[in-house]
């Protein structure tokens, strides 16, 4: 669980048609990286066709660690810079890139994996332990997820409804 503690989610801008590229690169390099798209009918070459599209062009999301070298990224043949605000890269919530794949994957015309993703907080919604917040560790089919609560101060496990967690507004 610390692993995921210690990486973030960052932006990472492109240079103008080339977010595949850049993603396929930082893939290359070893991080995890995350390229919305989506599927759009298009003329090519006088025929219909359907292609692949950045949802977001110039922009590809990469999972790093916090002490990672950003000259490796900014480096990096397609990417332009790491989108930071008063020279910091900024990190972006879990919650929101994880959002961005189910709906990428709505629009794609694929089921999403899962509602809940390992390591993303949760608040408990439903039966005695209603409004404790939790963390998931696991994802039991479409229908249950394993979290990790804090019971008087002891870590337990609990396996749950989907229906009774929702994503943690914090």
């Given amino acids: 669980m610390t692993d995921q503690q210690d990486h973030a989610w960052y932006l990472v801008q492109c240079k103008p048609r080339d977010s595949f590229r850049a993603a396929m690169h930082l893939q290359n390099q070893g991080y995890s990286t995350f390229h919305p798209t989506h599927l759009v009918r298009k003329r090519v070459a006088g025929k219909a066709s359907i292609v692949t599209e950045a949802l977001f062009p110039h922009y590809v999301f990469v999972r790093l660690h916090d002490d990672v070298n950003w000259s490796s990224i900014r480096s990096t043949r397609g990417v332009t810079k790491v989108v930071s605000f008063n020279g910091w890269p900024c ?46 560790t696991a994802n039991k089919g479409d229908e249950r997820v394993v979290l990790l609560l804090n019971l008087l101060n002891r870590p337990q496990l609990l396996e749950m409804s989907v229906d009774a967690v929702s994503a943690c507004a914090d």
């Fill in 91 to 136: 990190k972006v919530e879990d919650v929101i890139v994880h959002g961005l794949r189910y709906q990428c994957a709505l629009l794609n015309g694929e089921v999403p994996d899962t509602l809940y993703m390992p390591g993303e907080k949760v608040t408990i919604v439903d039966g005695c332990f209603k409004d404790l917040q939790a963390v998931v």
